[in-house]
């Protein structure tokens, strides 16, 4: 048995080697007691050179002995199979921790955002874990007094063998913020986990996934299963296309889009009568092999085929006279002949498909920091894929001056799209302290009762990329205590695209622009490829009563 911190590594290497200097100290005044960590499993991008630098770094001036990397393969958390495969690595070190007996604690400082949310969610399945924690520089905004050091800057020094490196590595802790944020674990973590791992259709629901719908359940359980899975699973794309024929009939197909069948690539190619009908597989022009199916007795067809990424979704087809398929606004019959003069070029995989479930009247609760854009990206995501956005909550900290430009840039931007918005504010000037994250995280909770009996109709949905790593966190326990189902994190696939949006949508940037209009061609994508931008959904399972 051991005491375990497990961490994300992004860009900054010195948030480690600082929790693990807290936690083995302690903060008496928030009865936080000393921890003797003995080991370090740090989670990071094995094909990024600087953050393996940052390792090494961690690896020879963090103050435990036992520092061992966790490779990710990719270079960051830029799709949902990113997601999913960050997901299962972790998945892989609960399982041998609980094993070993250890005691794990859980930091969310490192690493991009979607990183620090996603570790979260898998911890609240394992007992083992004692608590989540994140570090802030109490110094962060000023230039000449700040602690964390960016890694450029740490590699220059490291290069050199520069002996102020040590220090700057282990910043004093008094002039750090360890923050334990609020964490629960599910009741019955153990039993829960094994249902999810076997999925005996005969055994009784547990309590805790009465409220989640069937396709969700596919979430947890290819994570659950992956032991027994060879192959790793695919996103799914439409190609232009198939978006045209969803737009019109997205409700009758939408249980191809969520987390089942399609994201399977053995049952997608399976060509047996058993569980789901039979699969027929033809051959295009250019020797690609398309599929086509059905789920259950449904009429619905899909044709499909699959790259390097993604199962593609090639166009959209309704069942008739028991052997045709007819593409939707066509009179002409998907079969052998009709693929063989397709190819996957006619076919590009270019829209996320639809894996949320649409709604007709939702609330998006959104926790907001210093990115307010980060509401907005969301919002044209999800009104893209079909989930009809008719009011969006706001839960900010109002004593922040930068944050309330923010929140004031959005009242703008909203009115032009005649949403409304609903404030509801914390009385913090941020969340960046155990204390401040314990009332943000109760002003969420009070935020959804208040909007629940306001809306009674209403299908609350919650954002998680907003604010700081923190907010995610707390947003996501929010959304397990009050029952909400529906909880989303947006991505930006490419890069250079993340960094130019990053600086054009930051709030200074944003204030400059001449006008409204100029501001809601940013705020909304207009002005960028929305491609390039997801949007994709977490189902939760809710705390049932009796968890810790």
Partial sequence: MAHVLIASLGDSPIVVTSMVNLLQQGVPEQEIDPVPIERVLVLYPRDQP??????????????????????????????????????RQVQDVLQQTQKAHDEVYLSVAGGRKGMSALLAILGFFYDHIQGVFHVLDKYEDIQERKNFHSLDELVSFYLKDD????????????????????????????NLRTWLWNEDPEAEVPVHLERVAPEDLGFWRMLFQKAGSSERLN???????????????????????????????????????????C?????????????????????????????????????????QDGKKYIPINSNTAIDKDYCAQKSAADYPPKFPAALTTPSDDAILIAPVGKSPMVVTQAYTLLQQQGV??????LVFPRQNGTIMKGIRLLREVFATKDIALLEHPVPTPDANSTETCRTFFQQIVESIAHLRKQFPAADLRMLLSGGR????????????????????????????????????????????????????ERMFLERYPSEQCIVFEIPVISLAPGSQ
Avoid at 68 to 79: H, I, K, N, Q, Y
């Fill in 50 to 87: 600087h953050i393996r630098d940052g390792l090494e770094m961690i690896q020879t001036y963090c103050c435990c002995q036992h520092v061992e990397p966790c490779g990710l393969p990719f270079d960051d958390t830029r799709s949902f199979n990113d997601g999913l495969t960050f997901l």
């Fill in 163 to 190: 002996p102020r490196l040590p220090g700057l590595m282990n910043p004093a802790t008094e002039n750090l913020e360890l923050i334990q944020l609020p964490y629960e674990h599910l009741a019955d973590a153990h």
């Fill in 235 to 277: 996103t799914i794309r439409l190609s232009p296309t198939a978006q045209k024929q969803l737009s019109h009939k997205e409700r009758q197909f939408q249980p191809y889009f969520t987390m089942s069948k399609l994201q399977n690539p053995q049952w997608a190619r399976k060509r047996s009568r058993k569980n789901g009908g």
């Fill in 279 to 319: 699969h027929l597989t033809w051959k295009g022009a250019d020797n690609t092999m398309f599929h086509i199916a059905k789920i259950g007795n449904c009429a619905e067809r899909v044709l499909w085929y699959q790259d390097t990424q993604h199962v593609v979704c090639a166009e959209l087809a309704i069942e």
């Fill in 388 to 393: 009809n956005i008719s009011q969006v909550a």
């Fill in 469 to 520: 790593k923190g907010m995610s966190a707390l947003a996501l326990l929010a959304a397990q205590h009050t029952h909400i189902s529906h909880v989303y994190h947006t991505l930006i696939c490419d890069p250079d695209l993340e960094n130019r949006i990053e600086h054009e949508c930051a709030i200074e940037q944003l204030l400059i622009l001449p006008g409204t209009p100029q501001r809601v």
